[in-house]
């Protein structure tokens, strides 16, 4: 599973189904603006107030996802 941080980064997460070597999107993916990011890696939105703005493919195990956030905590 590719994650993409638009437009900044894109890196493989989760092992997922092969992609198709003439096809340079791979088949389960999830698109997540950079401000959405931010609010779910320092717990400043839930996971499942962040799925609707998502772009997430048909394929994706993104709901696996959410149990990695949030990566920081924001509390001092």
Not at 7 to 34: M, R, W, Y
Not at 43 to 54: I, K, N, V
Request: proline letters at 11%; hydrophobic letters at 40%.
């Amino acid at each position: 599973m590719e994650v993409r941080i638009v437009p900044f980064a894109a890196c493989k997460v989760l092992q997922g189904t092969s992609p198709n070597p003439h096809n340079l999107t791979p088949p389960d993916f999830l698109e997540i603006s950079p401000e959405i990011f931010l609010k779910l890696s320092f717990g400043l939105e839930s996971w499942q107030d962040a799925r609707p703005y998502l772009n997430i493919s048909q394929l994706s195990r993104a709901k696996e996802l959410g149990v990695l956030f949030p990566l920081l905590s924001a509390e001092k």
